[in-house]
């Protein structure tokens, strides 16, 4: 029967050709795959190189605790507080007004809406999403503030106001879906328990779903503010472009994406202090915005180990 | 309430207590769809308000006009144009990456730290604010690169916006394909490539499909890191057309020329005090958004009739 | 005289003996292929067979039946190395297939080339969401088959092998998925007859079918062992007694007997192969 060592067929040996084809565009996929990994490190080399000449010329604890910052005025001064007092205070409002409308929707469309509505509902939330941030800041500056001067008339035209609710509007959509999907993934016998206790839909919503979301629903919140933080448009249209170290919503501020967008919209000079200084610049809103990132991420992977 | 339920003078005690989180149940069921209800209504109050605002110039000079110094003359054709071509570059770019990436991350990368790697960038990059792409496109294409203030370099850019996306799409659409209908591709002798090209990306094309038409809506309305890059706000004057009527028929001089986008037109006007051109900026607005509402209900409907067609 | 009655001894023993060769001599049944000392682990360490030792008769249908978890649909995958796509499995071992003595679970063998000689039809019906034609042609395209002639020749020979040509013979562009279960599950075995293979693996085929689809298969494997080997693992006993030549029954990864379908079925010689049989536990 068998021989003692079997000889491989030439039919079954292995096709040379076929399988080199094959590494080529497993080799050719890889590169693909890694283009990712190529652009974030592109992102931290470029702010890091960039910046360097600023952080040379400047100290970091006049960077991190002056509170004025006009890198090209006559008197330069380089204090980052008033940009992230500008960005912290209109993100601040945005999550007042996102935060409970967010979570609402989220709880209704997961607890309470029924197949139809939620299926209606799930599209005007994404289309929501679609809407460019320049549309936004349009309404921010044209609607919301004129609305907000009737009712306080000496509201300024720039202020943080305006902008703050709009970018609110903006974010409710991230925080309804992302908790939304928290809220779905409890599974449904936690939820019988509660109803076969006699309790009605918002007494489960509130003391069984919402408590075994809750690392999914902090996970929209921490990603709502790193959202919040990144916006440009909006604030860089409504909220004026001049730095400000204040937290009073009534007062016009910048962000530190309007500099960058104010700074780049005049003339660069390639090196000059002042264009240093929007990298520099990035570099805070970076390290912001991927801790925040990082944590949402890790707090929503633990609500989906969980089941 | 911590009396003990059974007596029948405490029925009475129970059926109030009912009652009232009945009631509750209630009111935070109409509490739920108001506010559902108002961001509908927000929606179409922004949609409505920007169409009736630009209503009055949106004729077909106003898209054939350049920008002028003069309100009621200017137009978006510039702004128009350049939208498009930078689209075009930005599609050509990021949707064969992207897919490609979502193929060797769902196909071909095994387990470990490399495809953990990647997969960890690709969520961060999906966070990241978009003008940071802005700065790492002045920073690289722009000077590092030499790349100038171009057209190709807002595609570049916006390609690396909508990569994320495109990549996840794919990896969605890839992951919905049953492993029964796999292996039998594999048991009739097919090569791992075989497999996805023939099967794996036919079946996956209408999710990715769908996060393309997201991917592209997104970069039409995206205007931080375009303006990071220098696009000019005043552009009177359109990039050479790519179809020429001599020998070789197609250049690529556009990519190198000035431009500037419909979103960045749009914040140009709102930027300036006169009246007249918020009224530009509206009708701009309007195009825009009515563009991006229309990509995105596509995308939407899209995925609605894929679910409904292929039961595995 | 003792000479006579030691080889009267020896051959009443080499006919008790090893069932094989009790069975050769009898018949001269063709090997097509057999597995020797085979031992599969999963990923996680599971040592899912052991020292696995089965003979496949060729054009005879070969059934592997036993209580679930005993091993048999991971056998049945090991002959077309399924297992190859999933990281971490090891095979220990060989399977040989005949007449070229290959083992085809030598490393450098391309599990490929097993799968162009060796088929397989799935529990589940699943065919390709593409139309009927196009899924019997895909393993000959698979292979470099592009003629439409050629194409067109070999999905109705493949159909009518199936028996079900003249059910779909007027919408081959239709899409499969709007064939019934049984249907589909004849058309899955189209496809799988469509590249000639010398065996064909089934994996439980007519589980998920009803009584009528279920007795259409059984005549079409009745039909098909004409032609080449067949292994069919099957959860279904009075199956196997209905179709089969040769029966394994395996229990916790460890084949316990093999022989001619009416003996495992009428007199086993094992207890435990008795006791599942008459149901007594499984």
Known sequence: MAKKNPKISRALAKNIRRNFVERLIEIALMLSGLIAVLITFGIVFILVTESLPFFEAVSLKEFLTSTVWTPNFEKKNYGILPLVSGTLTITGIALIVAVPLGTITAVYLSEFASHKIRETIKPVLELLVGVPTVVFGYFALLLVTPLLQKIYPDLPTFNMLGPGIVMGVMIVPYIASVAEDAMRAVPMSMREGAYAMGATRFQTAVSVVMPAATSGIVAAYILAISRGIGETMIVAIAAGQQPNFTFNPVESAATITAYIVSVALGDLEHGGIGYQSIFAAGIVLFIMTLSLNILGQWTRKKFTERY | MSKIIGHEDNINTIRALIKKHKKNDRIFSYIGLFVIGSLAIALLVLFLDLVIDGYPKMNLEFFSNFPSRKPEGAGILSAWVGSALVLIVTFFVAVPMGVASGIYLEEYAKKGWFADLIEINVANLAGVPSIIYGLLALGLFVYEFGLGQSILTAGLTLSLLMLPIVIVATREAIRAIPVHIREAAYAVGATKWQVTLHHVLQYAMGGVLTGIIIGMARAIGETAPVITIGALTFIAFLPPTPVTDVAPFINFAWLEAGFTVLPIQMFNWISRPEHAFHINAAATGAVIIILTLLMNGIAIKLRYSIRKKIKW | ?282
Request: charged share 25%; with cysteine.
């Open chain 3, 1 to 282: 005289m003792a000479l006579l009655l030691n080889f009267v001894i020896v051959f009443v023993k080499k006919l008790n003996g090893n069932p094989r060769n009790k069975i050769i001599m009898a018949r001269k049944e063709i090997l097509k292929a057999e597995s020797k000392n085979f031992n599969f682990h999963y990923a996680d360490g599971t040592h899912a067979l052991k020292d696995i030792n089965i003979p496949l008769y060729e054009k005879k249908i070969t059934a592997l039946i036993g209580p679930s978890g005993c091993g048999k649909s991971t056998f049945l995958r090991s002959f077309n190395r399924m297992h190859d796509l999933y990281a971490g499995n090891k095979y220990d071992g060989e399977i040989i297939l005949h007449p070229d003595d290959t083992n085809i679970l030598d490393k450098k063998v391309d599990p490929i080339e097993v799968r162009m000689r060796i088929s397989m039809v799935f529990q589940k019906p699943n065919p390709f969401p593409k139309s009927i034609y196009e899924n019997v042609a895909y393993g000959l395209r698979v292979r470099g088959e592009n003629n439409k002639r050629l194409l067109d020749d070999k999905v109705e020979e493949a159909l009518k092998g199936a028996s079900l040509w003249n059910e779909v013979k007027d919408r081959l562009q239709d899409l499969a998925y709007n064939l019934s279960g049984g249907q589909q599950q004849r058309l899955c075995i189209a496809r799988a007859l469509a590249t000639d293979p010398e065996i064909m693996l089934f994996d439980e085929p007519t589980s998920a079918l009803d009584p009528i689809a279920t007795v259409n298969i059984e005549e079409l494997m009745s039909e098909l062992k004409k032609k080449l080997t067949i292994l069919i693992v099957t959860h279904n006993m009075q199956q196997a007694a209905r179709i089969s030549d040769y029966t394994a029954y395996m229990y916790l990864g460890e084949m316990i007997e093999f022989d001619e379908t009416d003996t495992i079925f009428t007199k086993p010689s094992k207890r435990a192969t008795e006791d599942y049989i008459t149901g007594k536990f499984g």
